[in-house]
């Protein structure tokens, strides 16, 4: 059984002119003992009833109410059962209402004597805050109500609360009615309640009426030590809540070393912490012009701006966060001088920004270490009405940035050390290559070249034919070693950025040209695959160093002969998809490479079968020089394949000359250095 009127709502009806009063727990209690107190101290036997809410709170007062009991067989105890409250009839009668009832959220007690009557008629009320509280500091509770010592008040409210008991407990009919015999309460079976035009014309014999000045006093000093608690309260409760919000941020970031995870899961948690409309990070320098806006955190209805562009150069909101390198709040960005004046383009766009962004109060944070400028975190309300911001909100979001600036620093330097750490792998392992493929490329043909000289040492009557061949294997092997020493020389050269480049004007046609002259002369004795030039001879003219381009294309032929076979295919060709750079393309239906493999095998000393299993010797640097000095004259080099078997597409970018036209044929030549390298000899004229 439920009933939709409280007590104190029927009760107000009755007595309109009565005002309620907020009362706290704390004087609640202290009123309903003082009450208690007067029968217990007193020689009457007047009508008790209390409303005790829960179980829990009846079982605090039980003994009292034993005690109560000793003094009048009018007593009446009201509660919500939790365990073994229910209705009985012992000492006193116990009425168990029904966990739905309004009861459950009113406090009531009532003392109805022959010369004196008072009584105490609340309604708790509820709240968010309020039942936080509960949970942490039951005295803080609230209630609304009506405290007094008048008998025509104390009367209608046994009246009402009779009428509830005999709901629950028909029974007990008779006894309520020798009650309302008793104690005068002749209305109380009437279908209506009395009105109060009834009440003013209805002349009452009371004594004692008015409060007892010590209990006003008591109650008084109670309400005013509960409103100073109250205070304290909220002051640890606001401590506790930045305390536990900076905890949860730096615990949940610490957990990462991503700076992008890092910064998403701080502007979250402060966001849903502060409860503002939009919360937001960002990375910038001191020097960026604008900043990408990443990460951010939205309440409901707040339209998003992330991957927008956030002006920093001109925004002089950002430059004096930059310059004192503390935090700016804003209460009021439509009154704010430096967004609504418009003096200069710099404020004309900050006050379009606020404006397509609602941005209503504005707070913006740095985030710095030690102090170097990390990033940037804001937060922006969005309205109806603008904030005033707190100290403690400027203190706390203070706090956050710096435990954000402490976590990036670590992220980066994390970083850093897997960058190290890769690069010591990378070491690592060209070390052990350098030392198998050394020890393979020289031990190989200096065991060939002593198996020579041993012979034509030990052999003086070796036929003629047979000492041309012991020589000429020893001349072979010997300029194998000898090309491979070029080759770390080279290569070492090249990273260690001592080469002086020579860049001119060169014909890419003649260049492809010469390069597949010297391809073809060091493979005189060996049958290569169809080597086919569609290179037109009408092109503009390039920028690079004549004797490097020539040594990328060597190295890219020599490359792609190494792995087609004779019955393959090997293609040059060039096209431009730019006005700045020329592609040319060194293309083999050869073996091919994996695609996870296309950028491995620009490294050092990369061998595809592996450094002692390969069916083609080299040494695996051919590659790594030809990136090297593609690099050298800005251009980019790259490998493309559909796998095993289907053959590879190397591509490198050559600069076009600038300002001429495509040319027929230049009159330069080119002929071969002494070290083995292309040397361009005269100048093209323009």
């Known amino acids: 059984m439920s009933r939709s009127k409280s007590v ?103 003392v109805l004597g022959d010369t004196y009557s008072s009584c105490l008629i609340c309604q708790e009320k509820i709240t968010a805050q309020s039942q936080t509280m509960t949970a942490v500091i ?85 309400q005013a ?24 941020v730096t615990t949940a970031i610490r957990l990462s070393l991503d700076p992008d995870e890092i910064m998403q899961i701080a502007v979250q948690k402060l966001g849903e912490g502060l409860g503002v409309c939009r919360c937001l990070v960002y990375r910038c320098k001191e020097t960026d012009p604008t900043a990408t806006i990443e990460h951010e955190f939205l309440n409901q209805g707040i339209p998003s701006i992330k991957g927008q562009t956030w002006p920093l150069r001109h925004n002089p909101l950002f430059q004096e ?36 962004c609602s941005i209503l109060s504005w707070m913006l ?41 402490v976590a990036l620093i670590q992220a980066e330097a994390y970083a850093n050390l897997q960058d190290l750490n890769e690069q010591l792998e990378a070491l690592d392992r060209t070390r052990s290559n350098l030392v198998a493929i050394t020890g393979h490329e020289l031990r190989t043909p200096l065991s060939t070249i002593q198996v020579c000289l041993e012979s034509l040492a030990s052999e003086p009557d070796m036929s003629p034919e047979l000492r041309q061949v012991m020589l000429n294997t020893a001349l072979q092997d010997a300029e194998r070693m000898r090309k491979l020493v070029q080759d770390f020389l080279t290569l070492s050269q ?31 004795d060996t049958p290569l695959p169809n080597i086919e030039n569609l290179v037109k001879e009408e092109l503009p003219l390039v920028k690079a160093d004549g004797e490097w381009l020539v040594e990328v294309l060597a190295k890219l032929l020599d490359n792609a002969c190494k792995f087609t076979s004779e019955e393959g295919k090997i293609t040059i060709e060039v096209s431009s998809h730019s006005r700045n750079h020329i592609e040319v393309t060194v293309a083999d239906t050869g073996r091919g490479i994996e695609p996870k493999r296309l950028e491995t ?30 690099r050298g004259w800005g251009g980019k080099i790259w490998a493309e394949s559909q796998g095993k078997d289907h053959g590879s ?38």
Not at 225 to 248: D, P, T, V
Not at 603 to 630: K, N, W
Request: neutral net charge; aromatic residues 8%; hydrophobic residues 35%.
């Open 8 to 110: 104190l709502t029927q009760l107000l009806q009755i007595f309109p002119q009565w005002r309620p009063q907020m009362y706290f727990k704390a004087s609640l209690t202290a009123l309903s003992h003082a009450m208690e107190d007067q029968v217990l101290a007193g020689s009457e036997e007047p009508l008790v009833i209390a409303s005790f809410q829960r179980e829990r709170f009846y079982r605090q007062e039980a003994q009292r109410y034993r005690r109560i009991a000793q003094k009048s067989n009018q007593v009446y105890v009201l509660a919500a059962p939790e365990t073994d409250f229910k209705n009985r009839s012992d000492d006193y009668e116990t009425i168990a209402f029904d966990n739905e009832d309004t009861l459950t959220q009113e406090w009531h007690l009532i």
């Open 494 to 524: 090249l990273e260690s950025g001592r080469v002086e480049w020579n860049i001119e004007a060169l014909n890419l046609h003649e260049c492809i040209e010469l390069s597949l002259s010297n391809v073809r002369a060091r493979h005189k």
């Open 138 to 222: 039951d005295n803080n509770r609230r209630f609304e109500g009506i405290w007094t010592f008048d008998r025509r008040v104390t009367e209608q409210a046994a009246h009402i609360l009779f009428k509830t008991i005999l709901d629950y407990r028909p029974e007990l009919e008779e006894k309520i009615q020798n009650a309302c015999t008793q104690y005068r309460l002749s209305d109380l079976f009437k279908e209506e309640p009395p009105q109060q035009k009834d009440i003013d014309n209805t002349t009452w014999d009371v004594t004692n009426n008015n409060p007892d000045p010590f209990v006003q006093r008591l109650v008084t000093y109670l």
């Open 649 to 686: 597409q190397f591509h490198f970018t050559v600069p076009i000359y600038p300002d001429q036209m495509p040319i027929q044929r230049s009159n330069q030549t080119m002929t071969r250095s002494s070290r083995g390298k292309p040397k361009a000899k005269g100048k093209r004229k323009k």
């Open 601 to 630: 095998v620009f490294d050092r000393f990369y061998q595809e079968e592996g450094a002692l299993r390969r069916s083609t010797g080299g040494t695996g640097l051919g590659l790594a020089i030809c990136r090297q000095i593609v």
């Open 225 to 248: 030590g509960q409103y100073k608690l109250i205070k304290a309260n909220r002051s640890l409760a606001a401590k506790e809540h930045k305390e536990r919000l900076i905890n949860s």
């Open 321 to 356: 966060v930059v310059e004192l390198r503390d935090a700016l709040t804003i209460d009021n960005a439509s009154s704010d001088p430096r967004i609504i004046n418009g003096a200069n383009p710099s404020e004309q766009s900050l006050q379009t920004l606020v404006s397509r």
């Open 365 to 405: 944070v740095p985030i710095c270490y030690r102090g170097r400028l990390l990033g940037m975190l804001e937060l922006h309300h969005c309205g109806p009405k603008p904030v005033t911001w707190k100290e403690e909100d400027v203190a706390l979001v203070n706090a956050i940035a710096t435990q954000i600036g």
